[in-house]
């Protein structure tokens, strides 16, 4: 009875490590929040399942209604390991519609300008992003 | 040898004959020309005056316009070329801003703004005064912001994010 549990065991263990072995290209991007540079990137995934409890990424967007119509206000925000952290705005049309396009696993690298205010917002959504633990 | 003065007598005749048919083409060639340079003048020269005697054929079938008849096919004209314009134009304002052009500016009662800036001042020193935002507060003071125009909300959103950023207020977007 232990010899077949410990073959089970060895069995489960490399259907694992095949499964691991065929999920495809891995490029993880922990966060990472540069003051002096202005500048912060990270993917949804690896922010998600750092192993502290102060790393985080995302964007945002928020559309009031107000007596003279919709107030949209986008936003960005992350902290890494080293407690680094930074939130920008945006009103900008342009920027308000990127902040829209981020997705679970998404990677997102923002920057902003003395006033805080966002001045560049990227997005990507890539399988890469997807960590082992979530693809097995 | 007898025969070859008669032939070349009839050679010189007919190169003769040739001759005066090629200038009598040419004559008639600078002819035509000059008949189609006029025929191009008369219709240049006729053709401003075609809409008027058109306009004035039809107003004389119909018993003459009258000035209000005038405003209206120009009022008529004027609504098309507007509508025409204001086609165009939403495919501009996306492009550059979120507000239309079309859309009369929104209004701010500057005493309401002033109001509510000194709300929004007041509620940030609260929130400093916290240890931890609830994002319900958080909320609440956007929603604050959102009232204020444009550069106001501008300048209150440097404002909040600069404290946040500062750790003076620990609260997220």
């Known amino acids: 009875m232990k010899l077949k549990s410990k073959i089970l065991a060895a069995g489960v263990a490399v259907a694992l490590m095949s499964t691991a072995a065929i999920a495809g290209y891995k490029q993880p991007a922990p966060v990472d929040v540069d003051l002096v540079n202005r500048t912060a990137l990270g993917d949804m995934v690896s922010a998600q399942q750092a192993k502290d409890e102060v790393t985080y990424i995302g964007c945002g967007i928020r559309k009031i209604q107000t007596g003279a119509g919709v107030a949209s206000t986008g936003f960005c925000q992350a902290r890494d390991a080293d407690e680094e952290q930074f939130t920008c705005f945006t009103q900008d049309p342009e920027l308000l519609a990127a902040t829209a396009t981020t997705g679970d696993f998404s990677f997102i690298t923002f920057a902003w300008n003395e006033d805080g205010e966002c001045t560049y917002i990227g997005v990507s959504t890539q399988s890469f992003y997807l960590t082992e633990k979530m693809v097995k | 040898m007898k025969w070859l003065v008669p032939l070349s007598a ?99 009662d500057q005493r309401q703004t002033v109001l509510t800036q000194s709300a929004i001042d007041q509620e940030m020193e609260r929130l400093r005064s916290m240890n931890v935002v609830p994002p319900a507060d958080m909320m609440s003071l956007q929603a604050k912001i959102a009232e204020l125009p444009p550069e106001a909300r501008r300048a209150a959103l440097i404002r909040l994010t600069k404290a946040i950023n500062s750790g003076e207020i620990k609260g997220q977007f």
């Open chain 2, 10 to 108: 009839f050679q010189t005749l007919l190169l003769v004959m040739l001759g005066l048919h090629a200038i009598k083409l040419d004559m008639r060639t600078d002819q035509l020309v000059d008949s189609v340079d006029t025929l191009n003048r008369d219709i240049q020269q006729a053709s401003p005056d075609t809409a008027p005697i058109q306009w004035a054929a039809a107003s004389s079938s119909d018993g003459g316009l009258t000035a209000d008849d005038i405003r209206m096919i120009m009022r008529e004209e004027y609504q098309a070329i507007a509508g025409e314009e204001g086609a165009a134009t939403p495919v501009r304002s996306a492009a550059t801003s979120s507000s239309s052009p079309q859309q009369p500016a929104p209004v701010y």
